[in-house]
């Protein structure tokens, strides 16, 4: 493994999760190229490490040479790329299939030791498009580069994440919330520190003992399964915005997921409605995180953290949680 330069590639290192993978591979002293259309955007990752520790790479993902470009040296390439919608000109063909594959061409050609990338909990299931393309994408991938190390993470939490914000901002301005399908869907929402440590594990752990992570899938879940209506309460617990559940069946919630696609941000999609008709959960009998030596974060020890904020009157208002 060390045979190579302490290098590794992070695509998406932008991103939400991407940004706590970054911050762990300096910490371990990697110099990381963070591959992105955009380099001022990973410009904030570099008070992480030293100075050119952090590499901010331009990548055009479509093509071949760029992405090779992007692994040429690297060790370890992480990839989390990854879009929730569709636009005219991104696709989720695109994005999880189509240039994940260029990057396990790339691994293989290029002597890549470790290559991780990040798919999503329930693909097998899901009947949304999102999931159909991060299902085919893994079959795509596999087939390019046996030996990638796939993670499927439930929804994600942390301060930055976009799922828990969004309602919490909901929560903040609307005084009814829908209950879609009725509010029963489960997810296993896990810590983006969490995630951030598997990919690591994944990538850097010798392979000994019986452990060896390449070629594996690993499903990563929180310790706490929760529906969606308990999602609500535990935001109205953490924001002191109790709001009134109005229960809206999925066929209703995809006429209004329509209007809500046109937004420049669509709030929601009708792909999502229907990513919601099927759990989101750790199935049995796969590998999950305690594989990889965590053991899972709850959600009471961050929400709190970032959730107070959207209290009224900031996060000081009530001194119980002050
Ligand atoms: N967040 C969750 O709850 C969750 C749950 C399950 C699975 N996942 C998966 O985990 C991975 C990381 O998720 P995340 O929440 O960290 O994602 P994110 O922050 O939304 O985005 C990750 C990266 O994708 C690139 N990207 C975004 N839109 C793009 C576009 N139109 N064209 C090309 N690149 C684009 C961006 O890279 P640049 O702008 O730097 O090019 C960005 O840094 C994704 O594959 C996601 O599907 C996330």
């Known amino acids: ?8 590639t992070v695509f998406g290192g932008t991103g939400f999760l991407g940004r706590h993978i970054v911050k762990r591979l300096v910490a371990e002293g990697y110099t990381v190229k963070v591959a992105t259309r955009v380099p001022e955007r990973a410009y904030f990752l570099k008070p992480c490490g030293s100075v050119g520790q952090v590499v901010p790479f331009l990548c055009r993902y479509s093509d071949p040479a760029s992405v090779r470009e992007a692994i040429e040296g690297a060790s370890i390439v992480v990839n989390c790329l ?3 919608y569709e636009r005219r000109r991104r696709r989720f063909h695109d994005l999880h299939n189509q240039i994940p594959v260029l990057m396990a061409e790339a ?12 798919s999503a909990l ?8 999102y999931a159909a393309s991060k299902r085919e994408g893994e079959r795509a991938i596999q087939a390019a580069c046996p030996w990638v190390t796939i993670m499927r993470p439930s929804v994600i939490f942390g301060p930055e994440d976009n799922f828990f914000n969004m309602f919490a901002r909901l929560a903040q301005i609307f005084p009814l919330l829908p209950l879609i399908g009725g509010g029963k869907t489960k997810f296993q929402p896990v810590y983006v520190g969490d995630v951030a440590q598997a990919v690591l594990v994944a990538a850097l752990r010798p392979v000994a003992g019986g452990f060896d992570p390449r070629g594996q899938i690993y499903e990563l879940g929180g310790p706490e399964v929760v529906t969606f209506r308990q999602i609500y309460e535990l935001l109205a617990k953490y924001t002191g915005h109790k709001r009134i559940l109005v229960p809206l069946p999925f066929s209703v919630a995809k006429i209004d997921a329509f209007f809500l696609s046109l937004l420049p941000r669509p709030l929601l999609t009708p792909d999502q409605v229907e990513s919601l008709k099927t759990d989101n959960v750790v199935g049995s009998g796969n590998l999950t995180l305690s594989d990889l030596g965590i053991s899972p974060t709850g959600m009471s020890l961050i929400l709190p953290s970032y959730l107070e904020t959207y209290r009224a009157g900031g996060r000081f208002a009530d001194k119980k949680t002050a």
């Not at 329930?122 to 498009?129: E, N």
Request: with cysteine; aromatic share 4%; glycine share 10%.
């Open 107 to 118: 691994c293989m050609r290029e002597g890549v030791v470790r290559f991780i990338h990040i």
């Open 1 to 8: 493994m060390s045979a190579k330069r302490k290098i590794a």
């Open 82 to 84: 990854g879009i929730l």
């Open 122 to 129: 329930g693909v097998d299931q899901a009947r949304s498009r």
